[in-house]
């Protein structure tokens, strides 16, 4: 007797951890996998993160307004610079929203994070210390960045709503401006060290002085 597997439905809570699952399988794949190489690769990790990104959004799609792209974009940020955050934010944005709906909001998405990444980049200095991650200083901009991003998506309204109503728009979407900043720090506690380790493999950021030249670029 053969079953029909794709009738079978799961309730929220265990879709939440099988999408969990999936995502924590697939950055473990990556960070196991990176260390059979030996030379600095940036493109092709920036490229691996980008995907990361899109399909961690894709999946994390049902928790409200909790996905990994912000703390990627932090990644990307302090260990590639602001050119590649801007690059970032826009494929990620353009990519994920294929699968899930465009429109103005799209273009205050990629100022968003790009402007995420580049805060991060230009505070470099705050997040590396002695060659270390400084996870109390990265889960605390983390926090602040998913306020930072729904805030800027936020002017989006503008176009359809009077400036009246923007502040009264903000403090009813402040619950899921929570959720946005708890989640990030989540994944600053559950990623962020083996990403950085992932990231200094495959970068030339040794230093302080690193970001700057990145950032001429």
Do not use: C
Request: zero cysteines.
């Amino acid at each position: 007797m053969l079953f029909d597997a794709h009738a079978t439905a799961l309730s929220p809570n265990e879709q939440f951890v099988l999408d969990l699952v999936i995502v924590t399988v697939a950055v473990a794949s990556l960070i196991f996998t990176d260390n059979k190489f030996k030379s600095k690769k940036p493109g092709l990790i920036f490229t691996i993160l980008v995907v990361l990104a899109i399909s961690g959004r894709l999946l994390l799609n049902p928790i409200p307004n909790v996905q990994p792209v912000t703390f990627l974009a932090i990644m990307v940020g302090i260990y590639f610079g602001i050119s590649y955050s801007i690059a970032f934010a826009t494929v990620v944005t353009l990519s994920s929203n294929v699968m899930l709906e465009h429109g103005i909001w799209s273009n205050y998405q990629i100022i968003g994070w790009a402007s995420v990444g580049i805060l991060a980049a230009l505070l470099r200095n705050q997040f590396i210390q002695n060659e270390k991650l400084n996870i109390r200083n990265l889960a605390i901009f983390a926090a602040f960045s998913g306020f930072l991003f729904d805030w800027i998506v936020s002017l989006s309204i503008l176009h359809n709503v009077d400036t009246s109503f923007f502040l009264i728009y903000l403090l009813n979407g402040f619950f899921f401006d929570l959720l946005h900043a708890g989640g990030n720090v989540v994944f600053v506690a559950w990623f962020a060290n083996p990403l950085s380790e992932l990231m200094n493999r495959h970068t030339n950021l040794t230093n302080s002085k690193a970001v700057p030249e990145l950032v001429s670029n």
